[in-house]
């Protein structure tokens, strides 16, 4: 079992910047495959980013390609998203999520989930 929380959701201008930040529970953290997803507002979940739990090896949606980068500190039991360059469509709630195995794009392969943070990109 896995709890997710993150944090440092907020309001930016357009060409800011923010980190978001996943804690996890469990002394297992190392063993999972760590994702980003977001939401916004009538639209489906969507595959942000991701790290894979044996390579370390990180995959991006084609939205996110060189603004966002994912890393994970296993000795914290935590992932992080730094989201640079951000623009107006990135505003939606983003979920951190875990899954046992490798690294899939599809929300419905990962078994826990964060209570999301909203991020809001103003023009």
């Known amino acids: 079992q896995v709890q997710l929380v993150e944090s440092g959701g907020g309001l930016v201008q357009a060409g800011g910047s923010l980190r978001l930040s996943c804690a996890a529970s469990?002394?297992?953290?190392?063993?999972?495959?760590m994702g980003w997803f977001r939401q916004a507002p009538g639209k489906e979940r969507e595959f942000v980013t991701g790290?894979?739990?044996?390579?370390?090896?990180?995959y991006y949606g084609d939205s996110v390609k060189g603004r966002f980068i994912i890393s994970r500190d296993n000795a914290k039991n935590t992932v992080y998203l730094q989201m640079n360059g951000l623009k107006p469509e990135d505003t939606a709630v983003y979920y951190c999520?875990?899954?046992?195995?490798?690294?899939?794009?599809?929300?419905?392969?990962?078994?826990?989930w964060g209570q999301g943070t909203q991020v809001t990109v103003s023009s």
């Open positions: 790290i894979s739990w044996s390579s370390g090896s990180a």
């Open positions: 469990g002394r297992t953290f190392s063993s999972y495959t």
């Open positions: 999520a875990a899954r046992l195995g490798e690294l899939r794009g599809h929300p419905n392969y990962y078994n826990y």
